[in-house]
């Protein structure tokens, strides 16, 4: 399996769509379906009617996945977004940023 670019835990620009240019962190990665939940981003709001688990109904938001082609990792740096780059550091595979050539933690 190939290293995963974009982790849990990393702040990414959105890239296309209704938030286009904001910057959020990714509260959840889904490989597998190649998609992501970025914090305050993408949110939709569901109308849920009164039940017993939640007896007060109304409106609910929540954060839809988001595919990952449509957000680029910030650059530690200057916050703009950056491809990723794999290098070999001290025997250890890290994460580098395109831009500034500063490597990403995690």
Do not use: C
């Not at 702040?11 to 296309?16: A, D, E, G, K, Q």
């Not at 959840?28 to 190649?34: C, F, I, S």
């Amino acid at each position: 399996m190939a290293a995963a670019k974009i982790k849990k835990g990393d702040t990414v620009v959105v890239l296309s769509g209704k938030d286009k240019g904001r910057t959020g962190e990714v509260t959840k990665a889904l490989p597998k379906e190649g998609k992501l939940i970025v914090a305050g981003i993408n949110v939709a709001t569901r109308h849920r009617k009164p039940t017993q688990a939640n007896p007060q109904g109304g409106l609910e938001r929540i954060e839809a996945p988001l595919h990952a082609s449509k957000v680029a990792i910030a650059d530690p740096k200057s916050g703009k977004p950056t491809r990723v780059r794999f290098e070999t550091k001290d025997g250890k595979k890290v994460r580098v940023a395109v831009k500034s050539g500063e490597v990403i933690n995690g």
